[in-house]
C-alpha cells in the first residue's frame, strides 16, 4: 500500500505566507495541514468577531488559499486547517466564495465546530464545571467576568469524520496541532479508534509538523548553520499504514533534516514523555526511534501509545490587566554603568510619582538580558541597551510610565541614544487559563458542504 | 591509571530546545554522543538545574528521562514571570533557558 505523503505548511499565524504554496508545489504531497492558532490567538479573534460576526478567524487563510486553491483542485491535495478560529461558519463562507469566483467546481468543505464554549460558559459552570487553573488549582469563577475567549481541544476523530464524509478541506476552530495530522491518516489507512500505537505514531508525525520549519532546520541549535534558510523546506512526513513514516522534505529546498535536529523538535513543549495527552490517544515519547534513512530523511518508528484520558484540554483566555516596556540605549564608555544609572534614575521617579505597579522590570541587552552575566565579565561594551517595564492591573500607572523615558534623554546619563521610536505603547494583557473538562461535555460538530 | 577529568560546559556534550505552556517552561537536553547521556544523567540533575536557575525560575523543576532519544527533559514550574503575555522579560516564552542551561559546566 502506499504511504500518505502529509506536508506541514505554517507554523503559526504569521509564519512564512508563502511556505503552503511551495510546500504544494515543490513536490508531491497528498495532505497540507495549516496550523494558524496559538493560545492568545482566540481572544483576538473573539475580539473580532464582537465587532463584525462575520470575523473571527485568520484572513491569512483566504489570501494563501486564493494561490493555492487551483493547484489543490487539480493534484486532488486535501487540507487541513484550524483556520476557522472562533468563527468556522464565517470562514467556510468566505472560502466558498472564493472557490466560485475562481470557477473550481466540485470542492466539498468540512466544518469541524464545537470546539467554543465561550457562549455555554455560564451553563456550564452552573452545571458544575469549575474549569480550575492546571497551574495554580483555581476555579474559574474567580476571573469569569473577564475571561475572553474559552476552547476545548477537539482532536482528530471529527476531521477524519470530514473527510470521511467526502470533505477535500477541513476547516476547524480550536482542534488539536497534532490532530491536523492525524486526521488525514486515520482516514487513509482506516485506523481504528483504539489502534492506539498507530494514533500515536501519527501524533507524532503531527508534533513533528506542528512548528513548521522548527523540524526541518530552522532555530536548530545543533545543525547550525543551516544552508539556505532563506529558501528552507518545511517538513514532510511520508506515512506508512503501519504508522512508521520518514520526516522530510521536498529536494532542493533550504534547511536540514537530521536525527539530532528532529529530537530537537521532538522534546519541544513537552511534559512528561511518556504520557502526551490528546483526544485521541496517550503517546508515548520514550518508545520514539529515530535512525538516519538518507539525505534529509529520518525514520520515525516503534512508537507505543494507549487510550486517552475521559478529559479534554481548554483553553481559555482572559483580560489581565496592562504593560509597556520602553528601551533606551547607552553607548561606550561604561555603557552598562550608564544604564544601571538609569534604571535607578527611573526607579526613584515611579516612587516619588507614588506609582504602584505589580511589576517593576529592568534588563540590560547586551550586558545579560537573558542570562544574569556577573559585571565584572562584560568588559567596557560599545553599547547596552535599557530595557524598563512595569506591569499594573489598572491602565492609569502603566500610562504614566510611558512619559518617564523620555525626560532621560536630556536629564540623565551621557551618551544616550536609540530612542526614536517614541514613548512605549501601553499594552492589553490577554493572559492564558489552562483548564480541563469532562470530554462528554463537550460535542463535536461535523458537517460537509459542496461548493 | 587515575583519569583526567575537566569541566567543560554542557554545550560541548549537549544540544538544547526549549519552549513554553503559560507559566512553565520546558528544556529538551540532548546528548550530542551516545557515551555522553550516562554523563548527563548522572550530573545534570533536577536539583542541579533548580540552583542553576535560580531566582529566574520560581517554582520546582522535574526531570524526566528519553533513552531512546539519550535525552533529558526538564519541566521548569513558575518559571517565566507569569507568562508569555503577562511576562515583562525579554525571553517572555523561555525560548533561550536552552542555551542558559548548556552554559552549567560539568565533569567529563
Redesign the interface.
Do not use: M
Given at each position: 500500500m502506499k504511504t500518505v505523503r502529509i506536508a506541514g505548511g505554517q507554523g503559526f499565524w504569521g509564519d512564512a505566507l508563502d511556505a503552503p504554496y511551495r510546500q504544494v508545489t515543490e513536490g508531491p504531497i497528498d495532505v497540507l495541514t495549516l496550523d494558524y492558532l496559538a493560545e492568545v490567538t482566540m481572544s483576538i479573534l473573539q475580539k473580532q468577531k464582537a465587532r463584525d460576526p462575520n470575523a473571527g478567524y485568520p484572513q491569512d487563510f483566504l489570501v494563501q488559499m486564493e494561490q493555492l486553491l487551483p493547484v489543490l483542485a487539480q493534484r486532488g491535495i486535501k487540507v487541513l486547517a484550524n483556520a476557522g478560529g472562533v468563527n468556522p461558519t464565517a470562514c467556510s463562507a468566505a472560502l466558498t466564495d472564493t472557490i466560485r469566483r475562481l470557477g473550481l467546481k466540485g470542492l466539498r468543505l468540512g466544518i469541524v465546530s464545537g470546539d467554543d464554549l465561550m457562549g455555554r460558559l455560564d451553563e456550564l459552570l452552573q452545571r458544575g464545571h469549575e474549569f480550575r487553573n492546571m497551574d495554580t488549582g483555581h476555579p474559574l469563577s474567580t476571573i469569569r467576568d473577564r475571561v475572553l475567549a474559552v476552547n476545548a481541544y477537539l482532536g482528530a476523530a471529527p476531521m477524519a469524520e470530514a473527510l470521511a464524509m467526502g470533505a477535500d478541506i477541513v476547516i476547524t476552530g480550536r482542534v488539536t496541532d497534532t490532530g491536523l495530522t492525524l486526521a488525514p491518516l486515520i482516514h487513509a489507512f482506516g485506523w481504528a479508534a483504539d489502534a492506539w500505537d498507530l494514533l500515536a505514531a501519527g501524533t507524532v508525525a503531527g508534533h513533528l509538523l506542528e512548528c513548521g520549519a522548527q523540524a526541518s532546520g530552522g532555530n536548530s541549535l545543533v545543525d547550525w548553520p543551516v544552508p539556505d534558510l532563506a529558501h528552507v523546506g518545511y517538513p514532510i512526513a511520508d506515512v506508512a499504514p503501519d504508522g512508521t513514516f520518514d520526516l522530510t522534505k521536498h529536494p532542493g529546498s533550504g534547511g536540514r533534516v537530521s536525527v539530532a535536529g528532529v529530537t530537537e523538535q521532538l522534546v519541544y513543549e513537552i511534559g512528561d514523555p511518556k504520557t502526551y495527552i490528546t483526544p485521541d490517544c496517550t503517546t508515548d515519547f520514550t518508545t520514539v526511534s529515530l535512525r538516519r534513512r538518507g539525505k534529509d530523511r529520518v525514520r520515525v518508528s516503534g512508537v507505543k501509545g494507549g487510550p486517552p484520558t475521559d478529559r479534554f484540554k481548554v483553553s481559555i483566555a482572559y483580560f489581565y490587566g496592562y504593560k509597556a516596556v520602553g528601551t533606551l540605549v547607552y553607548a561606550w564608555p561604561q555603557a552598562y554603568a550608564k544604564a544601571r544609572a538609569a534604571e535607578a534614575i527611573l526607579r526613584t521617579r515611579l516612587g516619588d510619582l507614588g506609582l504602584r505597579f505589580e511589576s517593576v522590570h529592568a534588563e540590560f541587552v547586551g550586558a545579560g538580558a537573558t542570562w544574569a552575566e556577573r559585571p565584572a565579565n562584560l568588559g567596557d561594551l560599545p553599547e547596552v541597551e535599557l530595557r524598563f517595564g512595569v506591569r499594573a492591573p489598572e491602565r492609569a500607572p502603566v500610562e504614566r510610565f510611558t512619559r518617564e523615558l523620555a525626560p532621560l534623554i536630556l536629564n540623565g546619563p551621557p551618551g544616550v541614544t536609540g530612542y526614536a521610536a517614541g514613548r512605549p505603547k501601553v499594552q492589553e494583557i490577554v493572559a492564558f487559563w489552562p483548564a480541563l473538562i469532562d470530554r462528554r461535555a463537550v460535542e463535536a460538530k461535523v458537517e460537509v458542504i459542496a461548493t | 591509571m587515575t583519569k583526567r577529568t575537566r569541566r567543560v560546559p554542557l554545550l560541548e556534550l549537549a544540544?538544547?530546545?526549549s519552549?513554553?505552556?503559560?507559566?512553565?517552561a520546558?528544556i529538551?537536553l540532548?546528548a550530542?554522543a551516545p557515551e555522553y547521556y550516562p554523563l548527563l544523567v548522572r550530573q545534570v540533575t533536577a536539583a542541579r538545574v533548580a540552583r542553576h536557575f535560580k531566582?529566574?525560575v520560581k517554582g520546582p523543576v522535574k526531570r524526566?528521562?528519553?533513552?531512546?532519544?539519550r535525552?533529558l527533559?526538564f519541566?521548569l514550574?513558575g518559571a517565566l514571570?507569569?507568562?508569555?503575555?503577562?511576562s515583562?522579560?525579554?525571553?517572555a516564552q523561555g525560548k533561550?533557558l536552552?542555551?542558559?542551561l548548556l552554559?552549567m559546566l560539568v565533569t567529563r
Open positions: - | 544540544h538544547a530546545r519552549g513554553d505552556k503559560g507559566d512553565t520546558n529538551g540532548i550530542r531566582g529566574l524526566y528521562e528519553l533513552p531512546n532519544v535525552a527533559n519541566v514550574y514571570d507569569g507568562g508569555g503575555t503577562i515583562l522579560r525579554t525571553d533561550v536552552s542555551t542558559a552554559r
